[in-house]
């Protein structure tokens, strides 16, 4: 691992982002990506059944988001530790299983 990519891990290690709220379940993720019309957007012209890959993710809200309620299949990979993790908790939390990482 070069030096940069040490730097940018321990950084993100110390402070994830983007972090999810405690209250945070699927349905206000749902809300914050239709606020946002480039996401919403995205989302619907990406339709369903695709395979998607998502590198350098954080949380993985956007991978998240495209597979919610969708049967596409997402990649989705980082090399912090403290962001798989906080991913992890929030999909078993809301049942989301298909994504990879």
Known sequence: MGSVTKKVTNFYSVAPFPNYN???DISSLT???EKNIFLKNFKK???FGKKIIEVGIGTFQLSLMLAHSTNNEVVALDPTYE???LRH???K???IENYFF
């Open 93 to 95: 939390k809301n049942n």
């Open 31 to 33: 809300d914050k990506i």
């Open 22 to 24: 405690d209250y945070d």
């Open 45 to 47: 012209n990406i339709g």
């Open 83 to 85: 962001s798989l993790k």
């Open 89 to 91: 908790d929030f999909s």
